[in-house]
């Protein structure tokens, strides 16, 4: 059986090194010159960093599985920490919540008990709101915008800005007011109910390419696999609702099954032109996008975070990380998700701008100094799909209409926001879909 997967991101890896180890004979091409697809890393000035930052939970199996099939021992590639996260704000106290290491769910509920930088109300509201999602099972009847379900569990506008907002940004990369409910509430039930580790923060030792896209291309070589790079597909070949091969590079190259692990963007490219199909496309064209900006800055390598991660509230920059854990010493890479007037700003002013805001919280600091020039700005317009409320019914299965077709990528229906593990999750499905076959 020869099949063709298209896309080098986690998606595209996952189902290629799933196939490849049962023996099918796999050919991935993949548009750019290296792979990791929005999970890779990059070079500049010769030092090693990532498109973006990125952050694994415990909570995603299948990608713990996956670095298990390809013989990478977790240690090796990321730090398991229990949850602490720290929020700092210029000018308020800071918030602290820890994970006891206690069982699921007590370790939730002992953490907001002892929330420190919360009122006794505050946390007696996220404790009760907590308490009905675990009666209701993490079930709601229909899917409606975070804000307004908050609104519902009579969530107070400080706890919200406090804990909910920042958890939001950073599980779905939406605004609160459009964030789909119903990912969030799947994201928290899978991180809080089942284990304890599922709740760790595993933070990444080594560059996102050494993560997974490296490891993935030895294992899919050495099980008789094929990756061609600079390779972009720009049609399918479908006859009578079966599909035939793709055309890449200006060549035909023949297949029984094709995997599409492309973006949503591209994906609607690919399926308009077939009639079958435009359900599928509609879909993808009205599911939107969202838009994450890493900014890079290397302070003194003595400067080091009270903990490898920190979120800052009431500022523009929404979490900062340590990369001494790479061996980085005093490099920081500061996320912000989602849409706003950042977009916008030049790469100096914006880099200028977060180090004000750093030195606000951190006034012992000293300035970052220039050797990787005014700071390195990233901003990945297409991050993720717009995880909006309803979003699930937009997000299209594995199997298509046309025989031998396959559809992998965080966007589709996995129930998982845009993240590693949707991906890798998509790749796994489609792959057993075409076992099956
Ligand atoms: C800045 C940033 C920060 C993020 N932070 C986190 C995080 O902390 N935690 C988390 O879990 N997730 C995070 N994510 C999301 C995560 O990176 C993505 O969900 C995941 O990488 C998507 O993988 P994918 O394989 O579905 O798609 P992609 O990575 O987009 O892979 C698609 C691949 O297809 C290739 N391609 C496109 N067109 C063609 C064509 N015509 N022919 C051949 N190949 C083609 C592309 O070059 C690409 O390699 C972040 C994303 C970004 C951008």
Partial sequence: MRIIVTGGGWAGLTTAVELTRHGASVTLLEAGSRLGGRARSIEHNGLRLDNGQHLLLGAYRDTLRLLEIMG??????????????????????????????????????????????????????ALSLCRGLLASGFAIEHDIP???????????????????????????NTPLHEASTQVFLRVLQDAFTRSHSDSHLLLTRTD???????????????????????????????????????????????ADHVVLAVPPITCQRLLAPHPTLHGIARQLAAMGHEPICTVYLQYPPQTRLPIPMVGLLDTTAQWVFDRALYGQQGLMAVVISGPGPHMAMSKGELSTHITRELASIFPHWPAPHHSIGEGVVIREKYATFSCRANINALRPQAKTPIRGLWLAGDYTDTGYPATLEGAVRSGMTCARGIKQR
């Fill in 72 to 125: 990478v021992p977790e240690s090796s590639v990321v730090e398991r920490r229990p949850l602490e996260l720290l929020y700092k704000a210029p000018n308020r106290p800071d918030i602290r919540l820890a994970c006891p290491s206690l069982p699921a769910p007590l370790h939730l509920v002992t953490a907001l008990l002892r929330a420190e930088g919360l009122t006794v109300g505050e946390r007696l509201n």
């Fill in 146 to 172: 975070l804000a307004t379900w908050l609104g519902h569990q009579r969530q107070s506008p400080a706890l919200i800005r406090a804990l909910w907002q920042p958890l939001c940004l950073a599980v779905l």
């Fill in 208 to 254: 996102l390419c050494q993560l997974l896209p490296q490891p993935a291309q030895r294992f899919i070589e050495r099980h008789g696999g094929e990756i061609k790079l600079n390779h972009r597909v720009q049609e399918l070949i479908i006859e009578d609702n079966v599909i035939h091969g793709v055309t890449a590079n200006g060549q035909t190259i023949t």
